[in-house]
Every structure is written in structure tokens, then in C-alpha cells.
């Protein structure tokens, strides 16, 4: 059931792309159908009686669900129609990973109440960071748009899509406000992580790749906002430590997980 849900959603996603944006309301209610069904085949993905499934697959695919979610509620107060162009055709992509890569049955059984709860929010920090990288990656574009006129980013699809973005500013206060969310997301996972591992897995903390490359990033997202309060921070400084941040996240949080269940066939917790 979870294989439909999620060729519906791509489907849906898709469709999107080749819409005009008016009405609104149609575009909308495209969009919120796809979302659903994107989240029913995450559920039935990785909802099991006797455990709880996860893997980069599922980490990824989540991330775009909520980026979707975030897209589809600001897209109604601001005019961000040009985002669609990036987060459809992602979400699109990342709905239909988990059909490929099932990852991997964590048995509950045993463990704290509070386990299911530092994974829930590990994925809410980890989702609005790449909600935030999406962000930056677009304000990059604008920026280099403005600057290279005769470039392909002022012609075609690419350049009707920066064409309907809000101003630079703007963009720049929305960045700031998903990064300073993620980081307090980020935050607890790692308190919760580095504080209460025995009691929350049973086992003394590792200090593996995940572990440094998770709070590598945390560093960085708080040097960014530090910065930022400090010293004024924006512009290039801004875009390159959020993406840097979140390279250091995906190593951490997806790329092992790849690496371990594609290519070494390995369990990872």
C-alpha cells in the first residue's frame, strides 16, 4: 500500500511543474493531495507493530515532507511560486527512495518512552536544516542572477523561477529564521544524545563519525548565528556556512547510513 502512496505523491509533485499558477486554490489543493499522500506512505513506511524503521532513504524523504509543508504555508503569504521548481522535482525524486532502500527494523521493545521522541526530533533538526540549505542554494542563484545577466539564470525556466522570488532581504530573513529553528532542533539532539545515550540506547556514548560530524555542524550552525548577532554576518559568509553546516549533517546523518546499508550491508544502531 505504502508503494502506492508514494507513486501517487511523485505523481502529484510532478504534475506541479507543468501547472500556471493560477488559480491558486488549484495549485494549492494539488499540492496539499500530494503532501498527504506523501506522508501515508512515510507513516506505513515506517510505522511497524514490532518497531520503528529508519534509514537514509526515510531521513531524506522526510526532509522533503516538511520542506513541502514549509513551501506550501509560506508560499501563501509571500510569493514563492519559483520555489516549486526545486522542491517538487526533489520531493518527487525522495517520496520513491524508500521503495528502493527499506532500510532498516529497529525493535522498540526495551527501550525508553523517550526514544521514540529523541528520533522525532533528530528529524525535525535535521528537515529544517535542509529546508534551510534549499534556502541558501536559491538566495546563491538570486545573487549570481543579479550579477551575470546574459547567463542562463536570467533566461528560461531557471530564470522565471529567481524571477518570482521575494527580494534578496527577504530571503535572507527567512534563512535566518530556519537556521535558528534547526539549530534549537539540532541543540536538543545533541543534548539529548550526549547527556542520556545509556538511557536512551542502552549503550555509553560513541564517539564515531556520526557523533563528530554531528556536532561539527552544530558548531557551525551556532558560529553562523553568532556571527550574525555579532558581527552582522550575511551574504557569501551566511550561504557558505549554512551549506557547509549542512554537508557536515548529511555526512552525518545520511551518508553513513548510505554508505552502511547500500554498500557495506551493515546495520547502523
Known amino acids: 500500500m505504502q508503494t502506492y502512496f508514494s507513486i501517487i505523491a511523485a505523481l502529484l509533485y510532478i504534475c506541479c511543474l507543468f501547472m500556471v499558477s493560477r488559480p491558486r486554490w488549484f495549485m494549492s489543493a494539488v499540492i496539499v493531495a500530494g503532501w498527504l499522500a506523501h506522508g501515508a506512505a512515510l507513516l506505513l513506511d515506517i510505522s511497524a507493530p514490532e518497531g520503528v524503521r529508519v534509514g537514509f532513504s526515510f531521513m531524506l524523504s522526510s526532509a522533503l515532507w516538511l520542506t513541502v509543508m514549509v513551501y506550501w504555508l509560506e508560499n501563501r503569504r509571500l510569493s514563492l511560486d519559483g520555489l516549486r521548481y526545486l522542491v517538487l522535482p526533489a520531493a518527487a525524486v525522495q517520496v520513491l527512495l524508500p521503495v528502493f532502500f527499506p532500510g532498516q527494523l529497529i525493535s522498540i521493545e526495551g527501550k525508553t518512552a523517550w526514544f521514540p521522541v529523541h528520533i522525532a526530533i533528530a528529524i525535525l533538526a535535521y528537515s529544517t536544516l535542509t529546508i534551510a540549505a534549499f534556502h541558501a542554494v536559491l538566495m546563491a542563484l538570486q545573487e549570481a542572477r543579479l550579477h551575470r545577466r546574459s547567463s542562463f539564470l536570467a533566461n528560461g525556466w531557471v530564470g522565471a523561477a529567481l524571477e518570482r522570488l521575494p527580494a534578496l532581504l527577504t530571503m535572507e530573513r527567512i534563512l535566518f529564521k530556519l537556521v535558528f529553528i534547526g539549530f534549537v532542533f539540532l541543540t536538543m539532539t545533541v543534548l539529548s544524545g550526549v547527556l542520556f ?20 555542524s552544530w558548531l557551525l550552525f551556532g558560529t553562523l548565528l553568532g556571527g550574525r548577532h555579532l558581527r552582522g554576518w550575511r551574504g557569501k559568509t551566511a550561504l557558505s556556512l549554512t551549506l557547509s553546516g549542512f554537508a557536515t549533517l548529511l555526512l552525518a546523518y545520511v551518508g553513513s547510513r548510505f554508505v552502511l546499508e547500500v554498500v557495506l550491508h551493515r546495520s547502523f544502531i
Request: charged share 15%; net charge positive; no cysteine.
Open 197 to 216: 545515550s545509556e538511557y536512551l540506547f542502552g549503550m555509553a556514548l560513541k564517539w564515531g563519525h556520526k557523533t563528530i560530524f554531528t556536532l561539527l
